[in-house]
């Protein structure tokens, strides 16, 4: 059966890019390796912002893009999950899940992984799972979460995923997750809320959602059971 995640999970290292000081980054961690990472994290937390500006402007609202780029976080997490093959397979046939089923609680999510696949997205009918192959070590995933559903009266389709484990070797990921500044209330702008496309949700602070979040699992229904209309 499924595992649990941190039975998986090596010390993943949440990183808090707006922390006063980012030296403290990756505290513990050689010097060598601490420019990697606060370099990696600062370019796909960029980039994380770059594509969230694209997806404002893409409802034709390119003068909010600054106000929500603007009221941004970003935390950096690595993640490894070990192949270990006494795992690998369960009795029902199912994969072992290294990363149990969820949806991301970040605006948008940017994440890079080393050439073993194994994330998963369930395709919206919640019918099927399927595999993400990594094109290359060029590319990075982006998937979106539910604050950008509730900001694009849900427009935008947040999926679930998830982590299967059990190839060849160790799976590393590491990932930004952009989120909305704590105290930020969250909201369909005007434009989004229209008599064909009535509201969908009600506004919300983040910090309450999150507490929400943490405290009623990683349902799908999250955001509906929190702020639905
Ligand atoms: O490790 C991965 O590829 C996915 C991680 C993920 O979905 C998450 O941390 O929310
Ligand atoms: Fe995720």
Redesign the pocket.
């Known amino acids: 059966m499924a595992a649990s995640p941190s039975s998986t999970l090596v010390s ?1 290292p949440r990183v808090d890019l707006d922390g006063e000081d980012t030296s403290t980054l990756v505290r513990g961690t050689p010097e060598w390796l601490r420019e990697t990472l606060t370099s990696t994290a600062g370019e796909m937390a960029r980039l994380g912002r770059v594509i969230l500006a694209m997806v404002v402007d893409s409802y034709g609202l390119s003068h909010r893009s600054d106000e929500v780029v603007d009221a941004t976080d970003t935390n950096f ?1 690595m ?1 490894r ?1 070990h192949n270990d093959t006494t795992r690998a397979s369960s009795s029902d046939g199912q994969p072992t899940v ?2 149990a089923a ?1 949806v ?1 609680g ?1 605006y948008l ?1 940017v ?1 890079f ?1 080393n050439d073993v696949d ?2 998963e997205l369930r395709t919206r009918d919640g019918g099927e799972w399927v595999r993400v192959h990594s094109p290359g070590p060029e590319s990075l ?1 982006v ?1 979106a ?1 539910q604050p950008l559903v509730a900001w694009s009266n849900g427009r935008v389709h947040a999926p679930v ?3 299967a484990v059990g190839g060849r070797e160790d ?5 930004v ?1 952009l989120l909305p500044s704590k105290n930020l209330v969250v909201d369909a702008p005007p434009e989004l809320v229209t008599v064909d496309a009535p509201r969908r949700f009600r506004p919300f602070e983040y910090s309450d959602y999150l507490r929400f979040k943490h405290a009623g699992g990683n349902g799908e229904d999250v955001l509906d059971r929190f702020a639905g209309i």
Do not use: A, E, K, N
């Not at 799976?171 to 990932?175: D, P």
């Open positions: 993943p997490r993640l999950y290294g990363l969820h991301d970040s999510t994440l992984q194994g994330f995933l998937v979460g995923h998830r982590v799976r590393l990921s590491c990932g997750f």
